[in-house]
């Protein structure tokens, strides 16, 4: 009888420490390193690593396991995105945040918020930052703190393979019967103002479905990121192609709350990483010929339906 109480004892006892080892943020048991989901308290999406990353001794600022909640779209090739497949999550801003805070010894968890209200979402304190290749802006950067620049982006046009009305912004600006399709709430969708009236412009709230506008005739091009029209091109090789020069040149940052403190030491992390080759590396990785993955092949996001 006593042997049965200890062991009754013993079980319950594993039982409350593989509770306690799997509470976190709801999510999945997982060696550290490993991608894990899990549920917020709002019921929200999050992704994280399994636990802290780095080691103090190594740190180039030791941020002492902080959890950071980083905000993600998870429908934004190549800097994000689900896997359909594996249900796994992936891209640049998954292995630039891992990376970051494995010099920082930080806890990145990333959370699946909509594009459209993430900068605000970031400059009222809901999110300790934001990735998703959000573009420096002098506007955006009233509201909230930029991180230095991580890459440089190209404007361009996205069109129908073999169209011939047009090679040019100027010329499609000529053209008063074309309309131009973009996202809300972009950099896009400000540079196409400087070029069209609003009346010529037709804004989406995800970028598949202006291109789904594009292949069916509802608009004449797409201003895109070149990264990203890169994307649908490697994905219908056969129907777009980008045309004429670079309408932008930008530089993309991570976003924080005005006088956040992480700020400095997201800088020094990714100074270090253009310093010792880290940087370039992944970008290589996800901008280069090598990533082959498409819309076809990840899930739409936690808002992919709505947006």
Known sequence: MRKFRLAALLLV???????????????????????????????????????CLGTAEDAIVDLGCREITIAIENAYLPFNYVDLETGQPGGWDYDAWKEIC??????????????????????????????????????????????????????RLLVRKGEDRFSSME???????????TQTGTTNYETATKYLPEDRIQAFEQFPFAVQALLSGDVDAVIIDEVAGQGYVGENAEQLELVGPSLSSDQLGFIFPKGSDLVEPVNEALRSMMEDGTLEELNVKYFGPSFTITY?????????DEE
């Open 171 to 181: 010329e499609f600006v000529a053209n008063e019967d074309l309309i131009l399709g």
């Open 102 to 155: 494995t010099r920082l010894h930080c806890t990145p968890i990333f959370v699946e918020a909509a594009w459209e209200g993430m900068i605000q979402a970031v400059a009222d304190g809901q999110f300790d930052a934001a990735a998703d290749g959000i573009t420096i802006t002098e506007d955006r950067a009233e509201i909230v703190d930029f991180s230095i620049g991580y890459i440089n982006i190209e404007q």
């Open 13 to 51: 006892l594993v039982l409350v420490l593989a509770a306690c080892a799997g509470a976190g943020t709801g999510g999945e048991e997982a060696a550290v390193g490993e991608l894990r989901k899990g549920t917020g308290p709002a019921g929200e999406t999050r992704w994280d690593f399994g636990g």
């Open 296 to 304: 076809d092949d990840i899930g739409p996001g936690a808002y992919g």
